[in-house]
């Protein structure tokens, strides 16, 4: 029955990758993106914003009249001419001024100073709101996604607009394409004062612009989503050379050629594909201006011809000659920043599809109950995504509130993944995993995580202070006695009071002042944020691979003393560690094969036996 | 004033670095750039012309002077100029490509500098500012000088152009055009010295914030951040940076936007001026009414050209800044010539006696010496256990070995011959390690082996048997492809999972792909199980001889096997000998062997 129901949802998840690709497919997810990115998180700007932009659109039909009655009046005043320039220009003043402010409010309504700074702000504003949504669903995404690459390539995309001033541009951009659009409707209502079908043989030329730029942009946006693979290769093959833990290796295998040979392999096939874009789109680009030139110079004849009927004055001429030509150069602006706006706001809607990916880890109402939880695994299968290999099939196992369970058997046995699974970190993907006999997918995931806490074989070396190390084992609960006695357990204290700055010391040397310590020292370390941690579960993953001799008596002696009633799963490889468990369970090839106290399987003489002996000899 | 323009000329003079860079990396490109920015730089100024005796043309046609085929000439000129601007246009779209290239190969350049600087380098903040600089750098501005470099020429021939022919209206015009942007030249210039500034006093803090950032996304922290629910503590501490950054980049942004405000009222202003005056000599009959449409014109032009060519130069001075740092990095001091094939195992050295005589290391910028003043001989064909405490200083020992690290005094000879003398990569050719850290490499399980040998990358019977000497093969022969399977699942959706014993037996294998001399094995059972464990201690106690193996581990039984055990302690050697001599002395190291071994009794 819960079979079923495990198994079908993780059917449902594998068939429905994190695939985020989604276009703007209508003006109206269009219009509704946009609204929330910049108009919502501040609406009153954003409306004042819009309205300077409309507003503009009144300048063009200004600055016809005005140039018109300007040259008109100017030529009309021919004849005498006044020698001084004061004389010369005294009557035509007040027109001259005029075209100058009309031109400064042109100017401004499309792209003042302001603008840039309420990009600024507007950045601001939208990064606050969407920072935090971004990196709390990144936090809350099941573990099992991070095994799609898929999963990567949609965080990679919709990671994009966190860059720093994104929405700063994004924004420049929009005002921009808004104020020349307006700009443009009302030169097109200021020609239509030449001949009725000049506005039309415009709007004819625009639209063929404004789609060959629209069909770029597509072009443009498809590639870019395609390369997201190869770009994170490539970024994974510049860590290898620039991060400090592969650096040891490639120097001593001398791999660095190599992997600049693969980043650049991988760069080139980028490159090429891009150029493939550029050269289809300079293809599209061409017959788009031959049409807007025919227009254009449909609009030109018609203003040539009506001067020979005598239907024009020479202001007049000047004039829409003018705005003919500011027509072109501003429907060629709006072009260029359809495309760029487009590659901007498909961005952010990667962004809003990888905050939508899925609803993230389970918060079924259940709490878990104080106290040492009992954990029962029925019949607990698990594959990980993509595999077909069962990495567990059918556990069942139980272990009882406070008892203390070693879990051995050979690399790849499928340990680490039980203990995973037992954490709540993986669902099942068949069987059932109950605490106190409740599902674990029906209970509040919080609450649990309370709960439990472990240690795990590729413990986190976190580049904070040596007391941030151990306080993040709990990080809602800040105690510094608590603290100082999670770290005298297991010895932190002793090399942590020989730092400079002893607790308070930076660790990581990829930051200033940063101290390293070494691996054994940065195990003991990751014990100590458990013993930091008051869990009732604790599972402690090969707890003493690096620990020297004694620094390992010491993790069991006081992990026996810290277990004092709760339940703990201990996954090792030394096996004399095993004996000290109330049980000890072998896996083999995900199966749990034996069972029983330390002795007792000894005595059975099976495949612990065995191993036990093997390790056993050294010290005879 | 002098001041000021020596540190301008300090940026300016890099400039013709980046132009050889340029050409370097793309000869044609450049040469075709330089010819079309000529001839496209020539087209506006044309239209202007054309422009002119359109309108004067049809003024005629009006007055009833003048032939209609006249200006209909001149506007199918018109047409003819405007088709070649926009097609001109359309060809520079490609030279992004070129951009895209030089930025590429640039980028090439900073990752393959990044794998050549000392390993020591990796142990200082400093360096990793200066890298993660020259990669900030790179992102935008390097870009940037890339389109300016192409782009600036064009613009001064247009702007000489525009000013030519605006001048012969009147000389003062041109004049009047190019004083009004003066202000804007030099808000713009301070306003990016200072977003330079704060950009590169942040760049420790833009570190740790990329460094939390990556904690709350990847893969490795994923488990243990959900676990111990630290994820509200890490975005608040990221948050916390976050605002501290804001604060001032927003104080920048509202200055620059009062300033330029000013700066650009005084720029329409002029416009304005060069208005009345063309008006005034129309009215005083010494232009023509063409000559108005196309003032207006080329002064639009004009003044676009002039404040763009100035937020060019102005992008260029700022952007040079950035360059620097790039190429700062770039001229950072590499480990050694690498004038031989890199990752190429073997070579004439066969070395005897590796000796480390009084040497003491400390890490950069520490004064605490890991090692003090440590002496060991290791001969071919002796198998070497060392062993101590945690934090002893074993790992860095093994470094120095390796020829990683330099001796901050005393010094390491091979045959005699001082390391400081013997060429890095010759060196690593005659050796090999498995770390503690070992790396999990993202791609197939043949090139995590063949990573050992580069030369072998192909050689699949090699690689078999350097798996099976590591316990690999059986692991391999599961994976659906076997050794061209992808391992890890980051970037290949058949990729598959490794645990952690299986990929430290792949770093096994990849040590074992060379026929070193000296062989560091470091805690290289940490992750396996008991079973492969004895594997691992059987080979290194039948390891061939002629070989010289340095064992470091925790697990003390294997140290017996072993010819010679050295016990380190707080960086220095204090016992040495045989397993059982040690035991005899009844020392520290007996001690823990004894704790040890009460596990198995």
């Known amino acids: 029955m819960s079979n079923t129901r495990s198994g079908s949802s993780i059917g449902a998840k594998t068939t429905q990758t994190p695939d985020n690709r989604r276009r703007l497919r209508s003006g109206w997810e269009f219009a509704k993106f946009f609204y929330l990115t910049f108009v919502a998180p501040w609406p009153p700007i954003a409306f004042l914003l819009l309205a300077t932009a409309v507003a503009g659109a009144a300048s063009p039909i200004v600055i016809v009249f005005v140039t018109r009655r300007l040259i008109d009046d100017v030529t009309a005043a021919g004849g005498a001419a006044p020698s001084s320039i004061i004389d010369a220009l005294a009557p035509h003043a007040p027109w001259l001024a005029l075209l100058v402010l009309v031109r400064l409010v042109d100017h401004y309504s499309q792209m003042g100073p302001f603008h840039y700074y309420l990009g600024y702000l507007l950045n601001d504003r939208s990064r606050r709101k969407f920072d935090p949504m971004?990196?709390?669903?990144a936090l809350t995404m099941r573990l099992e996604w991070f095994e799609y690459p898929e999963y990567h390539d949609a965080l990679e995309r919709g990671r994009e607009p966190l860059e720093d001033e994104y929405f700063t541009w994004t924004l420049r951009n929009s005002i921009q394409f808004f104020a020349k659009a307006f700009s443009i409707l009302g030169m097109m209502v200021a020609v239509s004062g030449l001949h009725w079908t000049s506005p039309m043989l415009l709007a004819v030329g625009g639209s063929v612009i404004v789609w060959s730029h629209w069909v770029r942009a597509r072009r443009i946006v498809n590639v870019h989503w395609t390369q997201t693979p190869d770009q994170r290769r490539q970024e994974y093959m510049s860590r290898l050379l620039t991060e400090r833990?592969?650096?040891?290796?490639?120097?001593?295998?001398?791999?660095?050629?190599?992997?600049?040979?693969?980043?650049?392999?991988?760069?080139?096939?980028?490159?090429?594909?891009?150029?493939?874009?550029?050269?289809?789109?300079v293809r599209t680009g061409i017959p788009s201006i031959l049409i807007t030139t025919a227009t254009l110079g449909a609009v030109l004849l018609t203003l040539v011809l009506q001067g020979a009927n005598g239907a024009l004055t020479a202001g007049a001429l000047v004039a829409y000659v003018y705005v003919t030509l500011e027509f072109v150069s501003r429907l060629n602006d709006v072009g260029w920043r359809?495309?760029?706006?487009?590659?901007?706001?498909?961005?952010?809607?990667?962004?809003?599809?990888?905050?939508s990916i899925d609803k993230g880890e389970g918060t079924g109402g259940a709490q878990a109950a104080h106290g040492s939880p009992e954990v029962m695994l029925e019949g607990v299968s698990f594959a990980y995504p993509g595999s077909k290999e069962p990495v567990l099939s059918e556990i069942d196992l139980s272990i009882g509130g406070g008892e203390r369970v070693a879990l051995v058997g050979e690399n790849g046995a499928g340990k680490t993944t039980l203990a995973k699974v037992l954490l709540g970190l993986y669902q099942p993907t068949g069987g059932v995993v109950k605490v106190n006999g409740v599902d674990l997918?029906?209970?509040?995931?919080?609450?649990?995580?309370?709960?439990?806490?472990?240690?795990?074989?590729?413990?986190?070396?976190?580049?904070?202070?040596?007391?941030?190390?151990?306080?993040?084992?709990s990080p809602e609960g800040r105690d510094d006695g608590r603290l100082a006695r999670a770290a005298k357990m297991n010895g932190v204290d002793e090399f942590a009071c020989e730092l400079p700055d002893g607790f308070d010391t930076p660790l990581g040397k990829e930051f200033e002042d940063g101290h390293e310590l070494s691996g054994g020292q940065w195990q003991s370390l990751a014990i100590a944020r458990?013993?930091?941690?008051?869990?009732?579960?604790?599972?402690?993953?090969e707890p003493t691979a690096s620990l020297d001799a004694l620094a390992e008596l010491e993790v069991y002696r006081q992990l026996l003393g810290v277990a004092g009633g709760r339940t703990v799963l201990l996954v090792s490889h030394r096996l004399g560690s095993a004996r000290l468990a109330d049980r000890v369970i072998y896996l083999k090839g995900g199966r749990i094969i034996e069972q029983g106290t330390h002795d007792e399987l000894v005595a059975a003489g099976g495949e612990y036996a065995e191993m036990f002996e093997a390790q056993a000899e050294w010290y005879r | 004033m002098t001041a000021t323009l020596r540190e301008i000329w300090a940026r300016w003079k890099y400039l013709p670095r980046l132009v050889v860079l340029a050409v370097r990396l793309g000869p044609i490109e450049m040469s075709i750039i330089a010819v079309t920015s000529v001839a496209g730089g020539l087209i506006p100024v044309a239209a202007v012309a054309v422009l002119r005796i359109l309108v004067d043309t049809t003024v005629d046609v009006i007055e009833g002077d003048g032939e209609l085929s006249t200006a209909l000439f001149w506007l199918a000129?018109?047409?003819?100029?405007?088709?070649?601007?926009?097609?001109?246009?359309?060809?520079?779209d490609l030279r992004r490509d070129l951009q895209d290239r030089l930025t590429a190969r640039a980028r090439e350049m900073l990752i393959a500098k990044a794998g050549r600087v000392p390993l020591a380098m990796f142990e200082q903040p400093e360096f990793y500012d200066r890298l993660h600089r020259a990669n900030e750098s790179l992102q935008g501005r390097v870009q940037n000088s890339m389109t300016l470099i192409s782009s600036i020429p064009a613009s001064i021939v247009r702007i000489v152009g525009l000013l030519a022919f605006v001048a012969t209206a009147h000389p003062v015009f041109p004049l009047i055009l190019a004083v009004s942007l003066v202000p804007l030249y030099i808000v713009e210039t301070r306003v990016g010295a200072r977003i330079f500034g704060a950009t590169r006093q942040h760049t420790p803090d833009d570190r740790r914030r990329a460094y939390l950032e990556d904690l709350m996304t990847n893969r490795e922290a994923a488990a243990e951040v959900r676990l111990f629910g630290q994820g509200e503590y890490l975005l608040e501490r990221r948050e916390r940076i976050t605002q501290r950054l804001r604060g001032v980049r927003m104080k920048i942004a509202k200055d620059h936007f009062t300033e330029r405000g000013k700066a650009n009222f005084g720029e329409h202003l002029a416009v304005g001026v060069v208005f009345a005056g063309i008006a005034a000599l129309i009215v005083q009959g010494r232009l023509t009414v063409g000559y108005f449409a196309a003032f207006i014109a080329a002064v639009e032009r004009l003044q676009a050209e002039l404040s763009l060519v100035l937020a060019n130069t102005v992008e260029m001075d700022v952007s040079l800044r950035y360059v620097i740092d790039l190429l700062d990095y770039l001229d950072m001091e590499v480990e050694d010539s690498q004038c031989r094939e890199e990752g190429q195992a073997g070579s004439a050295l066969e070395p005897a006696v590796v000796r480390f005589e009084g040497v003491t290391f400390a890490y950069p910028g520490s004064t605490t010496p890991v090692l003090r003043g440590v002496d060991l001989e290791l001969r071919a064909g002796e198998r070497v256990a060392l062993v101590g405490r945690n934090g002893a200083g074993k790992s860095t020992m093994a470094k120095l070995l390796l020829g990683l690290y330099r001796p901050t005094s005393g010094r390491i000879t091979v045959d005699g011959v001082d390391m400081n003398d013997i060429e890095p990569s010759e060196w690593r050719r005659r050796v090999a390690a498995v770390f503690q850290d070992y790396m999990r490499f993202e791609i197939t399980a043949r090139e995590n082996v063949g990573y050992g040998a580069l030369d072998k990358l192909h050689d699949i019977p090699a690689i078999e048997a350097a798996s099976v000497k590591a316990g690999a093969a059986g692991f391999v022969q599961t994976l659906p492809d076997g050794y061209e399977t992808v391992l890890g699942r980051s970037f290949d959706k058949d990729g598959q999972d490794a645990s952690a014993g299986q990929w430290q037996r792949l770093a096994s294998a990849r040590a074992y792909m060379r026929d070193a001399s000296v062989l560091v094995l470091d805690e290289p059972t940490a992750a396996l199980d008991a079973r492969a464990e004895v594997e691992v201690y059987r080979r290194f106690r039948d390891m061939s001889q002629g070989k010289a193996v340095l064992l470091i581990s925790h697990r003390l039984g294997s140290a017996r096997l072993a010819d010679r055990i050295v016990f380190l302690d707080d960086g220095r050697i204090t016992e040495h000998g045989t397993h059982a001599d040690l035991m005899e002395r009844g020392g520290e190291y007996a001690r823990l062997y004894s704790i040890q071994a009460d596990w198995y009794r």
């Open chain 1, 441 to 473: 997918e029906d209970m509040d995931k919080g609450s649990w995580r309370r709960l439990s806490g472990a240690v795990f074989q590729d413990h986190v070396r976190y580049s904070f202070t040596v007391r941030e190390n151990i306080a993040l084992g």
């Open chain 1, 134 to 137: 971004f990196f709390r669903r």
């Open chain 2, 77 to 92: 000129a018109l047409l003819g100029t405007f088709v070649l601007e926009r097609v001109y246009e359309e060809f520079q």
């Open chain 1, 338 to 355: 359809i495309q760029v706006l487009h590659e901007w706001l498909v961005g952010l809607t990667y962004l809003q599809s990888y905050l």
């Open chain 1, 530 to 541: 458990l013993y930091f941690r008051d869990a009732r579960l604790l599972v402690i993953d």
């Open chain 1, 245 to 281: 833990r592969p650096a040891p290796e490639v120097r001593l295998f001398g791999l660095g050629r190599h992997i600049v040979g693969h980043w650049r392999r991988l760069m080139d096939r980028v490159l090429a594909e891009r150029m493939v874009v550029r050269r289809q789109n």
